[in-house]
């Protein structure tokens, strides 16, 4: 099983940068679909970007509309981490964002397809 822990967050002005860092323990990292998610304050939780695992050792990425050209994910399966690089950021990113894991196989857009979840970071973008 995989264990998911983010790490970046914080507090910046608009057109800032961050890079959300996501530490897996589990053998099964590198095997695994890693996506990230956000939840603004009263809304649902929302997909922003996924990567897939491939055994032909291909990432394949995917990104909301909204984030599209502003943020890059990538992994570093090495270290069992992956990264979410945001910049531009606008005060209607601000949110708790959260790291998941699933299977390599599935609909990387369905916050249902993640069988592991961390705990969240929380992104704030004053304007």
């Known amino acids: 099983q995989v264990q998911l822990v983010e790490s970046g967050g914080g507090l910046v002005q608009a057109g800032g940068s961050l890079r959300l860092s996501c530490a897996a323990s589990?053998?099964?990292?590198?095997?695994?679909?890693m996506g990230w998610f956000r939840q603004a304050t009263g809304k649902e939780r929302e997909f922003v970007t996924s990567?897939?695992?491939?055994?032909?050792?291909?990432?394949?990425?995917y990104y909301a509309d909204s984030v599209k050209g502003r943020f890059t994910i990538s992994r570093d399966n090495a270290k069992n981490t992956v990264y979410l690089q945001m910049n531009s950021l606008k005060p209607e990113d601000t949110a708790v964002y959260y790291c998941?894991?699933?299977?390599?196989?599935?609909?990387?857009?369905?916050?249902?397809?993640?069988?592991?979840w961390g705990q969240g970071t929380q992104v704030t973008v004053s304007s």
């Open positions: 998941a894991a699933g299977p390599s196989i599935g609909d990387y857009y369905s916050a249902t397809h993640y069988e592991r």
């Open positions: 589990g053998r099964t990292f590198s095997s695994s679909a």
């Open positions: 990567i897939s695992w491939d055994p032909s050792r291909t990432d394949y990425s």
